[in-house]
Each structure stands twice: as structure tokens, then as C-alpha cells.
């Protein structure tokens, strides 16, 4: 993709912040058009047709989600976008919203216009404070000009959107732990069904949209299904948001077509290793996904192949480490994470984060046994679909992908040897 979408701040030289040099970059023309010239159902459809699969780690279908919503219920429908980006690893959607707020309010406008929603919300992390001053400021300057409130562009539909800041936990992500944080209650996760287009926020039907993917309407509708379809995949297709950290030369934030292979992204688009250093794994999707040795990094960056490479596209948060790195103790820093972030609604989560993370240490310390590494990977196996969220599994799968991976590292940590293994000598410097 020679120019941006969604990063599109980065190609104009005006500060896209400014309403008034968003609209004059073409914004809001999309949505102007859609609440006065098509009808909802158009909308959804080109959704639909577009193949958009939400991007905020699980890919479900976009607008099959929408068409979900329970109808006829009498109550009103809310939008939520889920702003509380907490994946280690991740921060695209900090990107989009503290540099270019409107097209995410767009992409909102003609969501909410789809689906019959007169109130959203923006549920952003607590710890953002800068981009909630910034879509404070940009959704102000919305209602200043008339495109929310009462008459949306002069039209007959009306929306409000309010800025809610996040309770400072990795849970509120979870769709259902964010609907009980913003009712004002602890974010402990909901048991589904029933899900949220049915039973959601104050007890009414309720889609939540994660930020690119609301982004991702503005254009959608604007340019057509076919084109967004044009992208990559036919089966998850559209630009993407990819963030790389780690050990390479330029880590942050890359915008390229979906399917991008992940060796071009490291070795073309973040400029390779650090000097002297070879790949040794790369977690694909955010902390929460299993990790790739370097020998099968050789992949396209979509859902469907990274799952078939045996691990997930998630977040697109793609942590890459070089032969340097000790995999017990990144690991660690990894059960520590989920460990504390553990709401402690469910005995396998709350009770089995907590052991991985002990194990651990024993292995970092040299004061564990070659059973123990038995043992972690036991206690990571009965947390595997026993709980009401994902959590659970987000702190088991990268224990059992670790120990699989890396077995020679976790067995040199239990007999006190060297453990740091250098990574595959045919690997790329």
C-alpha cells in the first residue's frame, strides 16, 4: 500500500486532530452521506459484504455480529467501542486516537446509524489520558458543528457519544467485563449466552467494536465492499494495523495490506534484528497468543494462517526476539502479567495463574526439578477452556507453546545449566 488509510495523518501534512482539516481531507462526507442518503440495512450489508473481521483479537465477522442484535425488544440498542487496549505488545489503537480521532468518530457515526444506536460509548484504558482529552475535544467540536446530538448533519437521526475512562485492568477488554465496568460494577466477565447483542449494557441489546475495526467502516462504506475485499485475504481482507516490538531496528506501528508476510515486516518494514543478532521466536498477536520459533516465522500475517501455523493473529501485537533472549524469563515477565490481571472470578484462572507464575520463578531461580516443568505445563493444560472469560487461556497458551517450543531452555533452568540456546543458525541476521 503506497499510501495510508488509517494511518492517513502520516501522509498530510495538517494536523487531522482539527476537525476543520479533517473535513477539508474529505472527512466526514462519508457519513454525511450514508444518514441522509442510504438506509441502515444498506449499510450493514456492505459491512457484510466486505468480509471485515474485528480486530481486536478474536476476527469475528463484523457485520454478521451486528445482524445479531436482538429486534423488536422495545429498548434501545448502545454501541460501544472498546478503546481499552491492554495487550502487551499492542498500541495501534492508541495511534488512531490520539492522532486522528474523527475517523474513528465517523467510523462510529455510520456504525451506530447501521444498527438503530442513538448513544455510544467510547470506553477507553484509564490510563490514556491523553487520547480522552483528544476525542473529548474532538467529539465537543462534533456537536459544536451539528454532526451529533439531536439532528446528525441536519438529519432526522440523532447520536450521542460519550467518553467513559477505563477502570485501570486488562479484564475491562473482555467485552462483557467492559458492559459491567461501565455500569459502574467490578469487570468481572459474564458467563454467555447470553451474548451481548442480546443482553448487553443496562440489560439491552449491545454491539462492542474494538477501535480499527470501527476506523475501518468509515472506508468501507466509502469506497465499497469490493475494494476492501481487494486487500489480502477474501476471508479476512482490509489494511491493517500491525505493531511490532521488540528486537528490531525500527519496532512501532506499520499499516500494510492483511497478509503481509511476517518475515517482510520484520526484515523489510522494521529494518531486522538488532546488529549482530539473529531471530530466535516471535509472538505473533499480543502476549496472550503461542509462540513461533524463527524456522516457522515464514507466514502471512492474516487470521486463517496464522492459526494454521498454530498460533493466532489476535491484536496484530507482534513481539520479536532475538538469540539473546532467556525464554524462562521472558516467560515469567509473561505469567506475571496475566497473574496479576486475573479477576479471581474462576477457580482454574485464579488459583492456576497464580501457580504458573510460582512455578516460574523456581525455574528463573534455579530452585525448581525437572518435575516441575511436569508440572507447569499440567496446571497450563486444566486452565484450557475451564473458565467464563479467556483469560485463563491467554495465560495458559504461551506456557504450553513455550515449553513445547523451547524444551532445552526449561530442562537447562531445572539442572542448573547455561539456558540461553542460541536460535536456529539458518535464520536470517
Known amino acids: 500500500m ?62 454478521l455480529k451486528w445482524s445479531f442484535l436482538a429486534k423488536g425488544t422495545g429498548k434501545p440498542t448502545y454501541l460501544l467501542c472498546n478503546a481499552d487496549e491492554s495487550e502487551p505488545g499492542t498500541f495501534k489503537d492508541r495511534d488512531l486516537m490520539d492522532h486522528d480521532p474523527h475517523q474513528l468518530l465517523e467510523g462510529m457515526i455510520i456504525s451506530a446509524f447501521a444498527i438503530g444506536c442513538h448513544t455510544a460509548y467510547i470506553y477507553i484504558r484509564g490510563e490514556f489520558a491523553f487520547g480522552a482529552d483528544v476525542l473529548n475535544k474532538a467529539i465537543a467540536d462534533c456537536y459544536a458543528k451539528g454532526y451529533l446530538g439531536q439532528s446528525v448533519f441536519g ?3 440523532s447520536l450521542d457519544i460519550h467518553v467513559h475512562r477505563g477502570a485501570g485492568a486488562y479484564i475491562c477488554g473482555e467485552e462483557t467485563g467492559l458492559i459491567e465496568s461501565l455500569e459502574g460494577k467490578r469487570a468481572n466477565p459474564r458467563i454467555k449466552p447470553p451474548f451481548p447483542a442480546v443482553y448487553g449494557v443496562f440489560g439491552c441489546p449491545t454491539i462492542v467494536n474494538n477501535v480499527e475495526t470501527l476506523a475501518c467502516v468509515r472506508h468501507i462504506v466509502e469506497r465499497g465492499a469490493a475494494w476492501f475485499k481487494g486487500i489480502g485475504p477474501e476471508s479476512g481482507p482490509g489494511p491493517k494495523l500491525y505493531c511490532v ?43 496472550s497468543v503461542p509462540i513461533l520459533k524463527a524456522d516457522e516465522c515464514d507466514i502471512a500475517m492474516d487470521f486463517d494462517s496464522v492459526v494454521k501455523a498454530g498460533s493466532m493473529l489476535g491484536s ?13 524469563a521472558a516467560l515469567r515477565r509473561i505469567a506475571h502479567f496475566y497473574h496479576h490481571e486475573s479477576c479471581g472470578q474462576c477457580t482454574p484462572c485464579r ?43 491467554a495465560a495458559a497458551m504461551p506456557v504450553r507453546s ?6 532445552e531452555e526449561f530442562l537447562a533452568a531445572a539442572t542448573g545449566r547455561s539456558r540461553v540456546v542460541a536460535a536456529d543458525a539458518t535464520a536470517a541476521a
Request: aromatic residues 6%; negative net charge.
Open 316 to 328: 496484530a501485537g507482534i513481539i520479536v526476539m532475538d538469540d539473546s533472549t532467556d525464554m524462562v
Open 155 to 157: 438529519s432526522a437521526y
Open 2 to 63: 503506497s499510501q495510508h488509510v488509517l494511518l492517513r495523518y502520516r501522509d498530510v501534512r495538517a494536523d487531522l486532530r482539527s476537525l476543520d482539516n479533517y473535513v477539508a481531507d474529505g472527512g466526514y462526507r462519508t457519513a454525511r452521506r450514508a444518514v441522509h442518503e442510504m438506509k441502515p440495512e444498506e449499510v450493514l450489508q456492505t459491512v457484510k459484504d466486505s468480509n471485515l473481521r474485528g480486530r481486536g483479537g478474536a476476527g469475528f465477522p463484523t457485520g
Open 351 to 393: 488459583e492456576g495463574t497464580g501457580w504458573l507464575e510460582k512455578l516460574l520463578i523456581r525455574l528463573d531461580e534455579g530452585l525448581a526439578s525437572e518435575g516441575d516443568i511436569a508440572t507447569l505445563d499440567s496446571v497450563a493444560k486444566g486452565m484450557l477452556g475451564t473458565t467464563i472469560c479467556v483469560l485463563s487461556d
Open 402 to 407: 513455550f515449553l513445547q517450543k523451547f524444551p
Open 245 to 287: 516490538s521488540g528486537h528490531v531496528k525500527r519496532p512501532g506501528t506499520y499499516e500494510l495490506p492483511m497478509g503481509t508476510p511476517l518475515m517482510d515486516l520484520i526484515f523489510e518494514h522494521c529494518g531486522g534484528m538488532l546488529p549482530g543478532r539473529k531471530l530466535k521466536a516471535v509472538i505473533p498477536g499480543g502476549s
